[in-house]
């Protein structure tokens, strides 16, 4: 691999300031963090991002390969179990998102609750997706998320942090408004 000595440079100060807003972000406290990492735009011309440290990086991940057109990669942040799916349902699934080219995330209060080596997430979201036409869509609902313990995990395949449902709707009220106060559908 031949890396130049500019590129080396680039790499070690993205990692220097990386290292820097985690220990800012740890140090200010987990809500603040959220906050300042709840809304967030993207867009195709966005760099590859692949993180499935927490359901809200993974939801960014998730949004990150729409916005890019990479749909088998969105496709694979969902937990398809207990069958494989079809090529006719990833092809569906691209359909969907095929004139979208850019989405503004707002994302609400995590909820969690674990047992038996598994944890289960909700995020309530807004979502403003800006078609290849101009219209902006505004969506509100939620995300949920599995992750099971990977020390519980023996077998193969191994099955990392996964979306298990998306349950959003076209949303009436300006995107800043959009943010379910919680998961619960009633709320």
Known sequence: MNISGRKTFNILFKNLISA???????????ASATQSLSSDYINAGGDYLDDRSSPESL???YYNAVVRQ????????IDHRPQQ????????F?????????????IGEENGDGGAGTITYCLPVALEA???N??????SGSYNFRLVSALDQQMWPFYPLMITKGDLKL??????????ASCDPDS
């Open 94 to 106: 691209a359909s969907g998102y095929e004139h979208t080219v850019s989405v503004r995330l707002k």
């Open 85 to 92: 799916p079809t090529a006719g349902e990833i092809q569906k």
């Open 171 to 180: 949303s009436h009220k300006p995107f800043e408004e959009s943010v379910p």
């Open 59 to 61: 939801l960014h991940s």
């Open 70 to 77: 990479e749909y088998l990669r969105a496709f694979s942040y």
């Open 134 to 139: 101009g219209k902006k869509q505004v969506f």
């Open 20 to 30: 820097a807003a985690t220990l800012i972000l740890t140090s200010i406290g987990p």
């Open 130 to 132: 800006t078609l290849d």
